[in-house]
């Protein structure tokens, strides 16, 4: 098992430029998350899919858009890419049911990538 | 709202010693998860131990065990025997009942020194 998986693992791109990031977990998981890390923070939640189909907003959603392609792929999308999504981005994954446990409630992370716009 | 507070300086721990990261937690939903995450230099985010607030025991996982105290919702991690490999920051996280998100917080910074 892989567990999560996540391209590119770097990424520079120009300001107005647009990418994809891409997360795959083999885990057979629910659900999926995209965080971003700053310095001196913790992660911040972007957007998650609780379930396949479905896709809503986390703390920081502004200038993003994610898909759930599929059980297995979440993609993140910077449209317009700006300096301040300079960032670390970690995808994760977890089974999630309730009422809330340990063996599905964790959360497993991928290697992250890190973005930096010029 | 979750809310989860790390405010520890960074650490310098003599290898072999034990050692107790801080976290409080704010919430009002009585069912909740409790987290640590280790994240090393090399950037990867490493589950260690959970606690959930309905758990009667402390977490324990190895070297890694959870001081929960509910009343005073607190949920500090104690490594024991440090190693050289146990430098890392440290993230305390929760999820409560219903919500899928993980609140984190900002971490605590521990060296180990032989």
């Known amino acids: 098992n892989a567990g999560v998986t996540q391209t590119p693992k770097f990424q520079v791109l120009k300001t107005g430029q647009s990418m994809t990031l891409q997360c795959a977990q083999d885990?057979?998981?629910?659900?999926m998350y995209w965080y971003r890390q700053d310095p001196g923070m913790g992660l911040r939640l972007i957007y998650y899919?609780?379930?396949?189909?479905?896709?809503d907003k986390g703390e920081v959603p502004n200038g993003y858009n994610v898909s759930r392609l599929n059980k297995r792929e979440f993609s993140l999308r910077l449209e317009s890419a700006a300096p301040s999504q300079t960032s670390v981005y970690f995808c994760?994954?977890?089974?999630?049911?309730?009422?809330?446990?340990?063996?599905?409630?964790?959360?497993?992370f991928g290697p992250g990538t890190r973005l930096t716009v010029l | 709202a979750q809310k989860i507070t790390q405010t520890q300086p960074g650490m310098f721990v003599q290898e072999k010693e034990a050692v107790t990261l801080d976290c409080t937690y704010d919430?009002?939903?009585?069912?909740?998860?409790l987290f640590w995450y280790k994240q090393p230099s090399s950037g990867e985010m490493i589950f260690l131990i959970y606690?959930?607030?309905?758990?009667?025991q402390n977490a324990t996982e190895g070297r890694y065990s959870l001081n929960f105290q509910k009343a005073r919702k607190s949920a500090n991690l104690v490594i024991s025997a440090s190693q050289l490999g146990d430098s890392a920051m440290y993230f305390c996280?929760?999820?409560?009942?219903?919500?899928?998100?993980?609140?984190f917080g900002k971490g605590n910074q521990v060296v180990v020194i032989p």
């Open positions: 994760a994954s977890s089974e999630l049911a309730q009422p809330i446990q340990k063996s599905t409630d964790t959360q497993y």
């Open positions: 885990m057979n998981h629910n659900s």
């Open positions: 899919s609780a379930s396949e189909g479905t896709t």
């Open positions: 919430t009002s939903d009585p069912s909740y998860g």
């Open positions: 606690q959930g607030s309905y758990d009667q």
């Open positions: 996280a929760m999820t409560t009942y219903g919500n899928n998100r993980l609140a």
